[in-house]
């Protein structure tokens, strides 16, 4: 279906969950400029919130998130009271102007909160904020959901639940230090359909042990449960930057061959059961919002991934979430003691950031056309960047200012777009590899 070219793959390159990246915060930008932000919100500007919850009861192997075990009760207990005065603090910067169109809980995972402190906490977003009918999600562990939370979200409100499955393979789910059984996704997902909550999973490639049968035999049992979204994630092996990671055997990793072709699998086997492919690697059945957004144009990126979401403003609550400006990334304070720290003085939690200067932003614009529509047009750009390669390849089509990429490009669509990123380096080491 693609032709595979080692080569375009051997760089890593940021996933451009933002532009900048994360790879440009400093510690010069933070609360101050975070502050200034947010006093200036137009009265009735659209807001999205991000709620982070940095706890999980079983802590993955392959897992990038900032997240840690949720076996201390008390520790549990003072997170959620400093998240209720954060979302006080930052509501109180807001003075009524703004209104929130979507609320996110993310993680970790949000259920590793008791019920009661989950309710809490969207009680304490409805209060603080202007927010009417907002579109609520939330990302849950199956392992520890149950009929109780499920009846609890469909009452309040929550229209979408993003479940993390990764692999129905035992020995892979042994690998990755996550056991899961099919049956109790199943159930779950029966559940979340009969509570009239959307369902979407999360799966992975490219993990140790993991061959191409194993990979179509999760797939086909996804399909069969028939969720609204799948993305298919390639697993990104970084011990030097995740020590739990170091758990894994890296020699039962699939090499760079076999993870294209397990990419290209994906592809074919959602595709052809229905689902339309968004981006680079998201899926989702043809009535969902994301996919109708794909095909009128509207897709966006962010730091859920691909979205619908139009706003132009998301505020990050908890340790170690991210705001967005049009001019402005910023990071709270990504340990949960010193985070909890900050917001017991009163201060916004904000330490790291970047301000996003005109050409950053034309940049952006750039990156976040070709990962979501495929194409953009450059003129603004100077010097323009050379895409002689990709041309040779068939991979994209230069028409003047017009960039448009071929429909073999798809998994090189991350490389394409680096080649409009001012500050990658070649020899950098903190990305994954685009497949």
């Not at 008390?74 to 997170?79: C, K, N, S, W």
């Amino acid at each position: 279906m693609w032709t595979y070219h080692p080569d375009l793959l051997a760089q890593p390159v940021p996933r451009y969950t933002s532009y900048p990246t994360a790879a440009q915060f400093t510690t010069e930008v933070g609360a101050a400029d975070l502050a200034a932000r947010l006093d200036g919100v137009d009265a009735n500007a659209p807001l999205s919130l991000y709620v982070h919850i940095p706890y999980c009861h079983d802590i993955c192997w392959y897992c990038g998130c900032n997240t840690g075990a949720a076996n201390r009760a008390h520790r549990l207990t003072a997170y959620v009271e400093a998240l209720e005065r954060e979302i006080a603090l930052v509501a109180a910067h807001l003075r009524g102007r703004g209104r929130v169109a979507r609320i996110a809980f993310g993680g970790g995972s949000p259920n590793s909160l008791p019920l009661v402190d989950f309710v809490r906490l969207l009680q304490q977003l409805l209060l603080c904020f202007d927010a009417h009918q907002p579109e609520i999600s939330v990302e849950l562990d199956p392992r520890r959901l149950d009929i109780q939370w499920i009846a609890t979200m469909a009452a309040m409100g929550i229209g979408r639940v993003n479940l993390g499955v990764q692999t129905f393979t035992p020995h892979v789910q042994s690998a990755i230090g996550r056991i899961q059984p099919l049956d109790m996704v199943e159930r779950t997902a029966d559940q979340l359909r009969s509570a009239g909550i959307a369902t979407g999973f999360d799966l992975m490639y490219g993990l140790p042990g993991q061959s191409l049968d194993d990979l179509a035999a999760t797939l086909e049992a996804s399909i069969t449960m028939r969720p609204a979204r799948i993305a298919l994630f390639g697993y990104a092996h970084m011990p030097h930057l995740l020590p739990r990671q170091r758990r894994i055997d890296g020699r039962a990793l699939p090499d760079l061959a076999t993870r294209f072709e397990m990419a290209a699998q994906g592809h074919r086997l959602l595709t052809e059961a229905g689902y339309d492919a968004i981006g680079f690697d998201h899926f989702a059945l043809p009535d969902d919002s994301i996919a109708r957004a794909a095909r009128e144009g509207r897709l966006r990126r962010n730091f859920q991934g691909f979205t619908d979401d139009p706003t132009e403003i998301l505020l990050g609550l908890g340790a170690s979430a991210i705001s967005q400006f049009p001019d402005l990334i910023v990071q709270n304070e990504k340990q949960a003691g010193p985070w909890r720290e900050r917001v017991e003085r009163g201060s916004l939690t904000a330490t790291r950031g970047t301000l996003c200067t005109a050409d950053d932003r034309r940049r952006g614009r750039i990156i976040e056309a070709i990962l979501c529509r495929g194409e953009a047009h450059v003129d603004a750009i100077t010097p323009m960047p050379d895409l002689k390669r990709f041309e040779r390849l068939g991979l994209v089509r230069v028409d003047g200012a017009d960039v448009r990429l071929t429909p073999d490009a798809l998994p090189y669509a991350r490389s394409i777009a680096a080649a409009f990123d001012s500050y990658l380096q070649p020899a950098e080491m903190r990305f994954s590899h685009a497949v």
